[in-house]
C-alpha cells in the first residue's frame, strides 16, 4: 500500500552512552548494534562469530558464548574496563536448531539443554553481570529479545516457545526488582523479521508470501524495525515504560487464530 501522505521520523543521540548487544553479528543483533552506531553509541558486540564486514564498522566484537558464565563476566569486566559504566544490555543471543522443530518427546536432551543454556540462562548470566554497575550508577536499562512465539504456540515449538515466553517474564520480574535502583527493564516480541533464520525456514512456512499474509499488516517485518523499537525503549522518551513487553509483529498477536485468513494477493 503506498503512502500518500508525510510520516513521522524520530531521531536518537546515544553519544557516550556504553552498549552491550549479546548475539549481535547477524540478524535483529547486528540491526540493534547498528542503529546504536549510527546514534553515537559506544556499542559492544558478544557473540561466537565475529560481525561480517558489512556490520564492522563502529563496533568492538567480543567473543562470548553466554551458556559460559566465565564468557559473560569477562564481557562486561572489559566494558567496564575500557569506560567505566555499562548503559544498556540487550540481550538478544539464542538459538533454534532445526533438530528442535520437534515434539518434545522427540528432541534430544542435548539439544533443549543447549538451548535453555543459551536461550535462558544466558539472558540472566549477562543480566546479573551487568547489574552491579548499573546499580552503582543508579542508572540503566537491560531490553529481552523475545518472540511473538512468547504469547501464542504452534506445533513442533515446545522449547523455544516456552523459553521466550519465561524471558518475558525476567523482563517483568528484574523491572520490579530493581526498579527503585534506577533500572529499567523490557522485552520486545517479534514477529516473523527477515533475517537469515527466517529465510532458512520460508519454504516450510509456505513461502515469503504466505508466511507475510497471516500479519495482518501483509508482510514479514524488517530487522531495523525491531531495532528502532529497542532504541525507544532504552531511550528517556521511554523513561516511564518498565517491567513490559512491546510486541512487533505487524499486528500477528491480535489476530484470532480462528479468523478468516486474509486474501492472497493476485
Known sequence: MKRNRPSG??????HERVVIVTGGSMGIGAAISHAFVQSNAHVYIADVKPP???????????HCDTASQSDCKAVVDKVIADHGAVDILVNNAAIQPPESYQPIDRVSS??????IDVNLCGYMRMAAEALPF????????IINLA????????????VYGPIKSANVMQARQWGIEYARDGIRVASVSPGAINTPMIQASLAEQGGAAA???RHPIGR???AHEVASAVLWLTSDAASFVTATDLEVDGGLGALGAFADPYPMPN
Not at 518472540?147 to 515446545?158: D, I, K, M, P, Y
Open 9 to 14: 521520523n524520530v531521531t536518537f543521540d546515544n
Open 211 to 213: 508466511l507475510g499474509n
Open 147 to 158: 518472540s511473538g512465539q512468547a504469547h501464542r504456540t504452534a506445533r513442533e515449538v515446545g
Open 52 to 62: 561480517t564486514e558489512e556490520h564492522q564498522s563502529g563496533v568492538t566484537y567480543l
Open 110 to 115: 542435548e539439544i533443549w539443554q543447549r538451548m
Open 134 to 141: 548499573m546499580k552503582r550508577q543508579r542508572s540503566g536499562v
Open 220 to 222: 514479514i517485518g524488517e
